[in-house]
């Protein structure tokens, strides 16, 4: 059974920091490109952060650049992302989502994604 689970969300005051991760199992991702996606209450999902397979190029949505950084483990198949400076509007559930075939491009859609996670809540309080 192929599993996605994220971990390391919680509560936390703007200007920290929190870092998540994402345990994969039943399926090795360590040839397929993976990404961090968050939706708040009444809002649609949005692309956070991506990586290549290799770990070699990341991608980050504006609204997280310089804040944020995605890297993974592929040894241990498990992708992080790093939140540092965190705001308010960083208050959201934080998805997993990965490829399950090789592929040269790093998605930054969801839907282009195959599997995911349950997710985790952060919130950032004021």
């Known amino acids: 059974q192929v599993q996605l689970v994220e971990s390391g969300g919680g509560l936390v005051q703007a200007g920290g920091s929190l870092r998540l991760s994402c345990a994969a199992s039943?399926?090795?991702?360590?040839?397929?490109?993976m990404g961090w996606f968050r939706q708040a209450p009444g809002k649609e999902r949005e692309f956070v952060a991506a990586?290549?397979?290799?770990?070699?190029?990341?991608y980050y949505a504006d609204s997280v650049k310089g804040r944020f950084t995605i890297s993974r483990d592929n040894a241990k198949n498990t992708v992080y992302l790093q939140m540092n400076s965190l705001k308010p509007e960083d208050t959201a559930v934080y998805y997993c989502?990965?490829?399950?075939?090789?592929?040269?491009?790093?998605?930054?859609?969801?839907?282009?994604?195959?599997?995911w996670g349950q997710g985790t809540q952060v919130t950032v309080s004021s």
């Open positions: 989502e990965a490829r399950n075939y090789d592929s040269d491009d790093t998605p930054r859609g969801a839907a282009e994604y195959d599997d």
């Open positions: 039943g399926r090795t991702y360590s040839s397929y490109p």
């Open positions: 990586i290549n397979w290799s770990g070699g190029s990341t």
